[in-house]
């Protein structure tokens, strides 16, 4: 690769890094490393929360990239932490040119502590406190069939709203089976927590 496409390619690397950096702010951390300047090797930070500055050198993994072209493309969800001890979830990717020699890197790096906080804040709103009251708002068994439906619809990545046709006709296919549909009111419960019409769930039924 000649430094011309060399200087083209971390130039679009940098477009790459903008667009990352703003669709995951403020969670997440996007750097692009030239590694044929080991010395200088941070050309672009994004979204900013290590406190590094552009033009600082390479980190170990960078190193171990530019001396051994062998080292894996992709090392994805590695733990890392800050200089200030912030825990943080990593993935580096690394680009090769066509002889195969590493030239560039993009690492995103998730700050998990801001994630720390939303869980424990959720935790404390979602929290319920034991006592003598027992009390039933929903007698249709509804809770278990929208976690048979989360569960299924998170087991393939998507959502109960988001699930491909094919996708949605296997699960309501599961729900029969397990009887749920056979409960007062589960068609109905199962085609909202999914948002399709009742006639939907049935003709997936058949």
Same mark, same amino acid.
């Given at each position: 690769?000649?430094?011309?496409q060399?200087?083209?390619?971390?130039?679009?690397? $940098?477009?790459i890094?903008?667009?990352?950096?703003?669709?995951?702010?403020?969670?997440?951390e +996007?750097?692009?490393?030239?590694?044929?300047n080991?010395?200088n090797a941070?050309?672009a930070?994004?979204?900013?929360l290590?406190g590094?500055r +552009?033009?600082?050198?390479a980190?170990?993994?960078?190193?171990a990239?530019i001396?051994?072209?062998?080292?894996?493309?992709?090392?994805?969800n590695?733990?890392?932490?800050f200089?200030?001890?912030?825990? +943080?979830?990593?993935?580096?990717?690394?680009?090769?040119n066509?002889?195969g020699d590493y030239?560039a890197a993009?690492?995103?790096?998730?700050?998990?502590?801001?994630?720390?906080?939303?869980q *424990?804040?959720?935790?404390?709103?979602?929290?319920?406190?034991?006592?003598?009251?027992?009390?039933t708002?929903d007698?249709?068994?509804?809770?278990r069939?929208?976690q048979?439906?989360d569960?299924?619809?998170?087991?393939? *990545?998507?959502?109960?709203?988001s699930?491909?046709? *094919?996708?949605?006709?296997?699960?309501?296919?599961?729900?029969?089976?397990?009887g749920y549909?056979?409960?007062?009111?589960?068609?109905?419960?199962?085609?909202?927590?999914?948002?399709?019409?009742? *006639?939907?769930v049935?003709n997936?039924? $058949?």
């Amino acid at each position: 690769m000649t430094a011309t496409q060399n200087k083209h390619l971390l130039a679009e690397l $940098k477009h790459i890094a903008e667009g990352l950096g703003r669709t995951f702010a403020p969670f997440c951390e +996007v750097v692009v490393h030239d590694l044929s300047n080991p010395k200088n090797a941070i050309l672009a930070i994004e979204n900013n929360l290590s406190g590094r500055r +552009v033009g600082q050198p390479a980190t170990e993994l960078g190193l171990a990239r530019i001396h051994d072209p062998a080292y894996p493309v992709v090392i994805a969800n590695y733990a890392n932490q800050f200089a200030d001890g912030r825990k +943080v979830k990593s993935t580096s990717i690394g680009i090769r040119n066509e002889a195969g020699d590493y030239v560039a890197a993009l690492c995103l790096n998730v700050d998990l502590t801001l994630f720390g906080g939303i869980q *424990a804040a959720m935790a404390q709103f979602t929290g319920t406190e034991s006592g003598a009251v027992a009390e039933t708002l929903d007698a249709a068994n509804a809770d278990r069939i929208r976690q048979t439906i989360d569960d299924f619809a998170a087991a393939r *990545a998507s959502t109960a709203r988001s699930l491909k046709a *094919a996708d949605r006709r296997q699960l309501v296919q599961d729900i029969k089976r397990a009887g749920y549909l056979d409960i007062r009111r589960g068609a109905e419960i199962a085609a909202a927590h999914m948002g399709v019409s009742r *006639a939907t769930v049935y003709n997936d039924a $058949k």
